[in-house]
């Protein structure tokens, strides 16, 4: 599959190039994954405003620590295995948000992060996940020694879109800066999930050059566990609220794609995005279910319920696949290469099971 077939096909009305490409995806595998999580939205401040972000709040207010444990030691009695850390980008660049951090002892947001995953990695039995917008080299690395995996959303590769709706008030969505982050998580070691949001004023060449890149950045260096096709959700009062959400067909061709390039990544489909037409999308090879939480909501879409377990399992088996828990780090990047001895040692304690 090269750009321009992938660009044809993409732009393609006819039925039977659909069905002739769902025929090249050959899967051998007979399940399909999730993770149980708990969101925790540390602080819902950012320095972007994308166009279609319902998640920022202009209040300056950071979870105390506290509020975070409680969430960390019920989402441990519910079985949740991952900690999904999930907040605006650079959030103490409000000086109200940095003088609240200092007044709990910390001297930035990061700090603070670290504190809090390195309590979930010695109190529970959860493993921190952190997507929270631009990060340096140095972060990340230090950032490394507490998370199972990390990540961050390229959106599109597209310099234009920084001039549209999308992305004009979001410095931190310019895509250079999020191809340098990924890379140097993949420099660093570090397991990734990327992906892109589909629907927000991209052209079908702009969503092929994106899964082209991210191909390119993980032949380089292999950190890429999985690519999330995440479906615009229009909503009241966000500025993009008028925007066509992409229709299923859209995106059954957007995942066909991703599968056909991205071969041995995970395609991650969001489910309570996909309530009617998830099931359909493991036709076209879907891999994963993402998160799902028993005790939060998906801040991000909060009016999106998330399905219970045992629908994704309905959903799953009826395609004759099974549903299986995996933990924010997929299986086989569990080992001392890729993940801290901290991590490792507490996949190790929670007795977790590799098996392929
Ligand atoms: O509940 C959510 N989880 C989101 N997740 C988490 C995801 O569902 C899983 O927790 C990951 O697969 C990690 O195991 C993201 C993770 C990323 O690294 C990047 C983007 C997202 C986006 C969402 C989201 O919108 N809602
Ligand atoms: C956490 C991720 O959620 C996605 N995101 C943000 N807003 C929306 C929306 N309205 N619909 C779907 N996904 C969204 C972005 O891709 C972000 O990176
Ligand atoms: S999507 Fe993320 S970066 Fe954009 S405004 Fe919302 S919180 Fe900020």
Redesign the pocket.
């Known amino acids: 599959m090269d750009r321009e077939e992938a660009i044809k096909f993409l732009k393609s009305k006819s039925r039977e190039e659909i069905i002739k490409y769902l025929n090249l995806i050959k899967e051998e595998k007979s399940y399909v994954t999730y993770s149980k999580n708990v969101f925790i939205p540390l602080s819902k401040w ?1 320095r ?3 166009g279609y ?1 319902i ?2 709040e202009e209040k300056a207010k950071i979870m105390k620590p506290n509020e975070v444990k409680e969430i960390l030691i019920k989402g441990d009695k519910l079985g949740c295995r991952e900690a999904l850390f999930t907040f ?2 650079k959030v103490d660049e409000n000086k109200e948000i940095k003088e609240e951090l200092k007044k709990m002892g910390f001297s930035n947001i990061l700090e603070y992060l670290y504190y809090l995953e390195d309590w979930t990695l010695e109190n529970t039995n959860l493993l921190p996940h952190t997507n929270c ?1 631009i990060l340096s080299y140095e972060e990340l690395k230090l950032l490394k020694e507490v998370n199972a995996s990390m990540g961050l959303m390229l959106e599109n590769i597209s310099e234009r879109l920084m001039n549209t709706v999308a992305h004009k008030y ?1 410095p ?1 969505k310019e895509p250079r800066l999020r191809i340098e982050m990924i890379e140097n998580a993949g420099r660093l070691k570090i397991p990734f999930t990327t992906g892109l949001l589909i629907g927000i004023g991209e052209t079908e060449e702009e969503i092929v050059d994106s899964l082209f890149k991210i191909k390119e950045i993980h032949d380089k260096y292999g950190h890429i566990q999985e690519v999330i096709i995440q479906n615009f959700r229009a909503k009241k009062g966000i500025p993009m609220e008028n925007f066509r959400e992409p229709s299923p067909l859209k995106m059954l061709k957007v995942i066909i794609l991703a599968k056909l390039i991205l071969k041995d990544i995970s395609i991650q489909i969001p489910p309570n995005l996909n309530k009617e037409t998830g099931q359909l999308f493991l036709l076209a090879g879907v891999d994963d279910w993402g998160g799902i939480s028993p005790l939060t909501k998906d801040y991000v879409n909060p009016e999106a319920e998330w399905p219970e377990e045992e629908e994704l399992r309905r959903w799953s088996e009826e395609l004759g696949l099974k549903l299986k828990l995996r933990l924010p780090v997929y299986d086989k990047y569990i080992s001392r290469e890729w993940l801290s001895e901290k991590v490792y040692n507490k996949i190790k304690a929670l007795g977790w099971k590799i098996e392929d």
């Open positions: 950012c972007n405003r994308c972000c998640f920022r605006g980008e917008g979001s931190g």
